[in-house]
């Protein structure tokens, strides 16, 4: 069977994770299309539609997130079972993929899909509790929106990087450019501004980075177990 999987992911950094564990897992690399989408929803929509236009067999959201679930910690790994929103989108992911994650037994989950950064401990709170979700990105809704209406498989794979405790820093707020870079001068003006988020920067910079080595140990695994289930 002919086609690819589509992968969208927030940042150029988890878009580099992904590839590396792809090699390392000897995934033909045509098979796969990567985009990022700078950690926005709208932009995700439209990287997964192209995709889909093009002949994908299915979507996936892959990256980082945060948790809401006191149960959750940083660096673990989790399935989006569903994915929803603010808007009342939900969307199921596909049974297939599901069943071949499960060979890796990471933990089903519900996504929040925010247009916005949850930054605070109170937020985090008051969306684990109204929408019963355990963790929060801001992309898996814009790609699951797509793959939804086409009625093509999806799925998001995920990595806890800030858990349900951690207030992030002013200066992580304005850090993400619009292509999924980091804006390191965004983050220093704001650190020299208020000297105390350096030390904050500082731990949530170490368990990113420790999330997105977890991404690029697994996530490998997990494209080759999707592309055997959709018989690419």
């Known amino acids: 069977m002919s086609g690819f999987i589509g992968i969208v992911c927030g940042l150029k950094s988890e878009a580099n994770a992904v590839r590396i564990s792809m090699k390392a897992a000897g995934?033909?690399?045509?098979?796969?299309?990567?985009?990022?989408?700078?950690?926005?929803?709208?932009?995700?929509?439209?990287i997964a539609q192209g995709f889909l236009d093009s002949g994908a067999k299915a979507i996936v959201s892959a990256g980082l997130c945060g948790g809401l679930d006191p149960a959750l910690k940083s660096g673990d790994l989790i399935l989006g079972e569903r994915v929803v929103s603010a808007q009342g989108d939900i969307?199921?992911?596909?049974?297939r993929l599901a069943a071949a994650a499960d060979k890796f037994a990471p933990r089903h989950v519900a996504i929040f899909g925010s247009d916005?950064?949850?930054d605070s401990v109170e937020k985090k709170k008051a969306l684990f509790q109204r929408y019963a979700?355990?963790?929060?990105?801001m992309e898996s809704h814009g790609a699951a929106r797509a793959a939804a209406r086409a009625e093509i498989p999806f799925i998001a794979i995920r990595v806890v990087a800030d858990g349900h405790d951690r207030t992030?820093?002013?200066?992580a707020l304005r850090a993400v450019t619009p292509t999924g870079g980091v804006n390191v001068?965004?983050?220093?003006?704001?650190?020299?501004?208020?000297?105390?988020?350096?030390?904050?920067?500082?731990?949530?910079?170490?368990?990113?980075?420790?999330?997105?080595?977890a991404?690029?140990?697994?996530f490998g695994?997990?494209?080759?177990?999707?592309?055997?289930?959709l018989d690419l």
Do not use: H, W
Not at 168 to 171: G, R
Not at 215 to 218: K, S
């Open 221 to 229: 695994g997990f494209l080759g177990a999707f592309i055997l289930a």
């Open 185 to 213: 001068m965004n983050v220093l003006v704001d650190c020299v501004r208020e000297p105390q988020q350096f030390e904050q920067i500082f731990a949530l910079g170490r368990d990113s980075g420790a999330a997105t080595a």
């Open 91 to 95: 969307v199921i992911a596909d049974k």
């Open 27 to 46: 995934v033909d690399d045509k098979k796969v299309r990567i985009g990022v989408s700078g950690a926005n929803a709208d932009r995700a929509e439209e």
């Open 116 to 118: 916005e950064i949850v």
């Open 168 to 171: 992030l820093p002013k200066a």
């Open 215 to 218: 991404l690029r140990r697994g």
């Open 133 to 137: 979700a355990e963790t929060v990105d």
